[in-house]
């Protein structure tokens, strides 16, 4: 059997990506679709990866690609997720080498980041032959928005959720990568207002099917 249908839910934090992945799993309306996410949490390599996130490890855009990078090449030989891919299922990813490309490149200046992003994709793809999502959906707001969403979970921040001029980064990285490669944006927010989490998962649910049929 030919290979599968590789999908990704991506965006920056405070979003809404987890929760659009939760949900899309939860309805079942994509069948025998399977659900994965980055960084996979409590392996080895997830580990490696939290303690990147948490500050215990340097913050050098070129070593924390290879921490996810690893992550993701581990997943794929020890989970489900390549093997239904490679047998003609479909694969939901929330994050992939998506984020990878946004938040290491966002590091680096403008003048390098085209250069890594290159380098990255070379590796991912081609070093470790993990697999070029067929389409990345991409969810966008205001950088305002997506802080006092962050702030309101109460809860410890990560390097990148507390670095206000980042996340700046992130988000202009983000439009322009999204641009380069031409990924599907969604926007939740509308006229100056947050959408309505099932607004934006029927948008959600109708492109992804609209691309599988």
Known sequence: MGKGKLLVIDGLDGTGKTTQHELLKQSGVLGEALFVKFHTRGTDTGNVVTKYLDGKLPANPYAAAMFYAMDRYVSGQ?????????????????????????????????????????WLYDLEYGKLSLPKPDRVFFLTMPEEVSKRLVDSRGEARDIHESDAPYRSECGATARYIAGLDGWETIDCVKSGALRNVDDIQLELVTKIKDFLD
């Not at 694969?91 to 980041?113: F, G, M």
């Open 78 to 118: 020890t989970d489900k997720w390549l093997r239904h891919y490679e047998s003609g299922g479909v694969v939901i990813a929330e994050r992939y080498v998506t984020s990878n490309a946004v938040y290491q490149s966002a590091r680096l200046p403008k003048t390098e980041r085209f250069n890594f992003i290159e």
